[in-house]
């Protein structure tokens, strides 16, 4: 008796996400504060930032690497503000799949979870930082289709929607602009530390490419002799396309991008003035995202010979769109004893952490909060006492996503790109600015045909003169009851007059709505 498999392997290809893993791992680094630096007599703030820096894709791993940059920022043993810059290297690996897959694209989305210090001396640290990476994995799955149609196959097919991502990333590219202090000589003017945020104000795919504007937002903290320290501002516009292969007009897309590198220099501004020389060094990174019609086989058998049949249960994904935006944000709080002292605010930083992602009425809302850090300044008779004061900002974003549907997953991409503090005889408070990156998708499973095996030497047996007639179930369909028979679902609806809306959807309750019996050839 031969037997033979009635699915090729060589059928429709389409894209899944087929990780579903969160790589967590630690970075620590020692370090010691070269001889130039001041001493550290009581640390401030630990400003942290996860770069990536490369990543190799080979065998069954796929390997990600990168550095943690710290800002520390101490007062020194003199109690004035300092600040170093140090930083360690971090990777870590994901498991790559094993089946038969094409264009295959991984790319991982890296947070800082938290950061602990340790001081040994004053001029030795120890720092250690957990980092947690969402992983996906893009890749071209096969979907079986009909081998060869000799046995006389009826198939029951489906059109779906699947999912299409295309992941793009710029080359790292450089912005440089410059700020006046005026009356203030270069010689005065000392740079503690200079930071900065790359905020994408709008993205929208071209043929092959992604198309990105928006602003690096630089910051420069700054201390002049017998002074109080004070933190400068700028924005610099970038204009810049990521080539993505495979991206079309009209495609859904988030971009979002990072400073590697941020430094400033002094000079003269001629006018007995000084002039901030600030330079970037940023990349960019993106996905276009849309779906593509692919149809499926979820049923098979053949009217010419015994068939047996395998099922498997398959998840689709189908886009539910993406956006991008940026929010202000803003909160205060009612002093504690120790701040009414505080004079001034130096500088802030902060974190943007996603809480959960809620629907309501078809709208889509991001709920976080921002914890914004802000370094104060406290007279101490001659000098000032540096400390660092907490403020959390709740919010709660209406996304541009409308969504009407169950089972959504969300992808989210949160950051705090600025951030300024506010104070005021009895309250302390901040506002922020917030950019949100979000994709909605959601899963569907669908039962599918794995394999069909034909046992050609079991030949069914025609007969031309006989007549069988089948009183339908309210469970029966027309593909059912055809298969059942080992007869053409076509020809049984053309047999017994059915309308065209029964050979449409054959595997549908409706297709036999007010049939009483069915003759079967």
Do not use: W
């Not at 897309?253 to 940023?282: F, H, K, M, P, Q």
């Amino acid at each position: 008796m031969d037997k033979i498999n009635a699915l090729s392997k060589k059928g429709a290809e389409i894209q899944k996400d087929l990780a579903d893993e969160t790589a967590v791992c630690e970075c620590t680094g020692e370090f010691t504060l070269p001889d130039y630096l001041p001493e550290i007599r009581k640390i401030i703030k630990i400003d942290t930032k996860a770069i990536p820096s490369g990543k190799f894709i080979g065998g069954s791993k796929a390997e990600f690497a990168g550095i943690v940059a710290y800002t520390v920022i101490y007062s020194d043993s003199d109690g004035k503000l300092a600040a170093t810059s140090l930083s360690s290297e971090y990777e870590f690996s994901a498991n790559l799949p094993q089946s038969e897959i094409t264009d295959m694209a991984v790319v991982a989305c890296t947070d800082i979870e938290n950061t602990v210090c340790r001081l040994s001396g004053p001029r030795k640290l120890t720092l250690r930082s957990t980092l947690k990476s969402k992983i996906h994995i893009y890749a071209k799955c096969v979907v079986n289709e009909i081998a060869d149609d000799s046995a006389r196959l009826e198939s029951l097919t489906e059109n779906i929607l699947t999912c299409h991502t295309v992941c793009a990333a710029s080359e790292e590219f450089n912005l440089s602009d410059a700020y006046d202090i005026d009356g203030i000589p270069s010689d005065s003017v000392h740079v503690n530390y200079v930071q900065a945020e790359l905020l994408v104000r709008e993205a929208r795919c071209g043929t092959d490419c992604i198309i990105c504007r928006g602003d690096a937002l630089i910051k420069c903290n700054c201390s002049c002799e017998d002074g109080e320290p004070f933190t400068v501002t700028k924005k610099i516009p970038f204009d810049r396309s990521l080539n993505a292969d495979g991206a079309i007009s009209g495609d859904c897309c988030i971009s979002y991008g990072r400073c590697t590198s941020a430094s400033a220099s002094v000079s003269e501004n001629g006018t007995g003035g000084s002039v901030l020389n600030l330079d970037i060094s940023a990349e960019l990174e993106g996905e276009c995202v849309r779906n593509e019609n692919t149809s499926i086989i979820c049923d098979l058998y053949s009217t010419e010979c015994e068939s047996s049949a395998s099922y498997k249960d398959v998840a689709f994904t189908e886009s539910l769109g993406a956006a991008i935006g940026n929010y202000s944000i803003d909160a205060q709080r009612p002093k504690t004893e120790e701040e009414f002292a505080v004079s001034s605010i130096i500088d802030s930083f902060g974190k943007a952490e996603v809480k959960e992602i809620l629907q309501k009425d078809g709208r889509v809302y991001v709920v976080g909060e921002c914890k914004i850090d802000l370094i104060t300044s406290t007279p101490c008779g001659d000098l000032c006492e540096y400390s660092s004061s907490c403020v959390v900002i709740p919010f709660k974003i209406e996304s541009d996503l409308r969504i009407n549907s169950d089972n959504v997953s969300f992808d989210c991409h949160a950051e705090l790109v600025s951030s300024r503090g506010r104070l005021d005889s009895s309250t302390i408070g901040a506002d922020a600015e917030v950019f949100i990156a979000l994709r909605a998708a959601k899963t569907v499973t669908k039962r599918l045909i794995d394999n069909v095996t034909l046992n050609e030497g079991e030949k069914k047996e025609k007969c031309t003169d006989k007549i069988t007639v089948v009183y339908p179930e309210n469970t029966d369909t027309l593909f059912g009851i055809a298969k059942k028979y080992k007869v053409g679902y076509r020809e049984l609806a053309a047999l017994n007059e059915l309308p065209e809306s029964a050979i449409s959807a054959p595997a549908e309750k409706a297709s036999l709505n007010g049939v009483k019996l069915l003759l079967i050839p």
